[in-house]
């Protein structure tokens, strides 16, 4: 059975210096938890060194997420880079034919099927690692947000902070505390 989400690296894997260039798009589909709005898109590159395998890729979707304040929905562009390594043991059968190379990754998750690629499980890591960590709406922390507002999110200026702060602060402004 053939899954369209698996990369067969064999043969790079077998012939080092050999490279691989794949355009990949995706809507990771079986993930509930990501909502793209567009697909996500770019190449992905592999090489083998016959001690290593390189990955590496650029790509960009479309999703929508949380608005840290008040929760809103907001679409946000989001590109990221992959540059992964991982090693390769064995000899390859293009040296030997009595041994074949194969990727020995060590995740906690595995990425690989043998020396296939789990495509769709790597995206999806590297796409997590670059989600926003703050989002905010077009009101950031100070606007007048009427979303935080109907939901009793108070605006982010209670002057209540730390009192050595406020007495910097006092001390920019130029008055006295």
Not at 144 to 168: H, Q
Request: hydrophobic share 40%; proline share 6%; net charge negative.
């Amino acid at each position: 059975m053939r899954r369209d989400d698996l990369l067969d690296l064999n043969d790079i894997l077998q012939h080092p210096g050999r490279q691989l260039s794949v355009e990949v798009s995706t809507e990771l589909a079986d993930e509930e938890d990501l909502d793209l709005v567009k697909p996500l898109e770019g190449v992905l590159d592999a090489i083998s060194t016959g001690n290593l395998l390189l990955i590496t890729g650029e790509f960009t979707t479309r999703a929508v997420v949380e608005c840290a304040r008040c929760s809103g929905p907001i679409e946000t562009d989001i590109t990221f880079e992959i540059d992964e390594q991982f090693p390769v043991v064995g000899v390859p059968s293009s040296m030997s034919h009595q041994d074949f190379a194969k990727v020995e990754a060590d995740e906690p998750y595995p990425l690989f099927e043998g020396n296939n690629l789990m495509v769709e499980v790597l995206l999806r890591q590297n796409l997590l690692l670059n989600f926003p960590v703050q989002p905010l709406c077009a009101f950031g922390w100070e606007g007048e947000c009427p979303v935080a507002k109907e939901r009793g999110v108070a605006k982010g200026t209670s002057g209540a902070g730390r009192t050595e702060f406020e007495k910097l602060k006092n001390l920019v402004e130029g008055s006295e505390g």
